[in-house]
């Protein structure tokens, strides 16, 4: 905690160096983008395990609150991609890095540049959204939807911290260096060092296509409006103007045989799952290298995040979404906005 605070008060207070702010936007950025991504995992699988509930999980990122959140989102994904090269690029050129400050304000322009069009092709949803006069969930609903995630959040802290007591009281805590210390030279963290760089260069081609598929060119708001064209299926119609028809639809495109959508999201989850909770695993390191049991707790518990993430992902991926869901879904949409 007392590293926590170190960082943030040495952060205000440092002047003059983008390397710094580079720094802490790479983590804010990739912190925001992992929690979004452990909301969408499960509220995603809803769509094939339970139909009502992804109704609600979609109503709630129709509201305000949601709506503002992704543009940050979009913009955090962005930034953190486009730094992410530039951090691999000059990692396997270090002869170059004279020129990082340089390169770090393009990463900034680049960023603006990109999401300026961006943003207003969002922005065009959202005002035909609001102009057709929705109904819309309150700030409250929305807030109180978000409760179980935060549950189950501390509910995975807390077995990670156990899971870390128990084994410090069977193996011992004995060495005074930190886990970082003993296991910054070992070859499973030199594997880790090359995954980011390798996973980062593959999840940015499939991050951008989802992001410009789902955010821009068809947002969340149009994943609901009866008779609409999923995009991607080359003209496959939601007819029932549900988010359950809508992810049957777009999974169930067979193309030569192959549901690509499904394999698609699938590349996409493992190497997001893998990359970013490795991300997490620095990050929280980082601030426990003081207690080796809430160090070793915050690598358990990404562990435990990744695992349950992609057990779920994969599971609903491998799923069948039927009519009888598509009903269940008609159903409580009905009953959400009756």
């Known amino acids: 905690m007392t590293s ?98 340089r390169a770090a304000i393009y990463v900034l322009i680049i960023t603006v540049v990109i999401l300026i069009p961006v943003f207003i092709l969002m922005f065009g949803h959202v005002l035909n959204f609001y102009n057709s006069n929705p109904q819309i969930l309150g700030l409250g609903e929305v807030i109180a939807a978000q409760l179980p995630f935060l549950g189950g ?20 805590d004995t060495s005074t260096k930190s886990v970082g210390e003993r296991n910054s030279g070992s070859p499973i963290e030199r594997f880790w060092w090359s995954f980011m760089r390798i996973s980062g260069l593959l999840i940015v081609p499939l991050v951008f296509g989802h992001l410009t598929i789902m955010h821009v060119l068809q947002g969340v708001f149009d994943i609901t409006a009866a008779g609409s064209t999923v995009v991607g299926t080359g003209g496959v119609i939601n007819e029932t103007g549900t988010a359950v028809e809508f992810i049957a639809n777009r999974w169930n495109l067979l193309i030569a045989g192959v549901a690509i959508w499904r394999f698609y999201d699938f590349a996409l989850l493992a190497l997001v799952a893998a990359h970013g909770f490795n991300g997490l695993r620095y990050v929280l390191t980082d601030y426990t290298m003081s207690s080796p049991v809430l160090r070793r707790a915050m690598v358990y518990l990404c562990v435990i995040a990744a695992t349950v993430l992609l057990t779920l992902g994969l599971g609903a991926l491998i799923g069948t979404i039927d009519s009888g869901a598509i009903e269940m879904a008609q159903e409580a949409a009905a009953n959400l906005h009756p």
Not at 8 to 25: F, H, M, P
Not at 153 to 172: C, D, K, P, R, T
């Open 4 to 101: 926590l605070v170190t960082t943030v008060t040495e952060t205000l207070r440092y002047r003059g160096a983008i390397g710094q702010w580079s720094w802490v936007l790479h983590r804010v950025s990739g912190l925001g983008v992992v929690l979004f991504f452990v909301l969408h995992v499960i509220d995603t699988s809803w769509a094939v395990f339970y139909p009502e509930k992804y109704v609600e999980a979609i109503a709630s990122y129709q509201s305000p609150l949601f709506t503002i959140g992704e543009f940050f989102l979009v913009a955090a994904v962005v930034y953190h991609a486009i730094n992410g090269l530039r951090i691999i690029f000059f990692d396997y050129r270090p002869h170059l890095w004279r020129y990082q400050q």
């Open 153 to 172: 959040m501390a509910a995975a802290l807390i077995v990670a911290i156990l899971f870390s007591v128990i084994y410090g009281l069977i193996a011992g």
